[in-house]
């Protein structure tokens, strides 16, 4: 069994901050790129930021400049770092890892299963 679960959604007003947690468990070797999607209501998912694992970042236009994608290679977890936050930041946050290579031999691609980010006064 291999999992990732995300933490640290809640309601914050606009311009705050919240840091949201992404870990992996289960029998891992490695993950190539680890990734932050979001989904509003009635929209579809979109990337909002993704990191190799090499240390090379992506950024969505829409949260460019206030949101910071990182990672633990060691523990297999990555972060999302969310600042001056926008009511239109209001979705379901989701963790994905591409290329996850594992013990017994698997490639996989993995997502977990979402953390509401509501910004709202």
């Known amino acids: 069994q291999v999992t990732l679960v995300e933490s640290g959604g809640g309601l914050v007003q606009p311009g705050g901050s919240l840091r949201l947690s992404c870990l992996s468990s289960?029998?891992?070797?490695?993950?190539?790129?680890m990734g932050w999607y979001r989904q509003a209501p009635g929209k579809e998912r979109e990337l909002v930021a993704r990191i190799s694992s090499g240390s090379t970042t992506a950024y969505a236009d829409s949260v460019k400049g206030r949101f910071t994608i990182s990672r633990d290679n060691a523990r297999n977890t990555a972060y999302l770092e969310m600042n001056s936050l926008k009511p239109e930041d209001t979705a379901v946050y989701y963790c994905?890892?591409?290329?996850?290579?594992?013990?017994?031999?698997?490639?996989?691609?993995?997502w977990g299963q979402g953390t509401l980010v509501t910004v709202s006064s």
């Open positions: 994905n890892a591409m290329e996850v290579r594992t013990t017994f031999g698997a490639l996989l691609q993995l």
């Open positions: 289960g029998n891992i070797l490695s993950i190539n790129s």
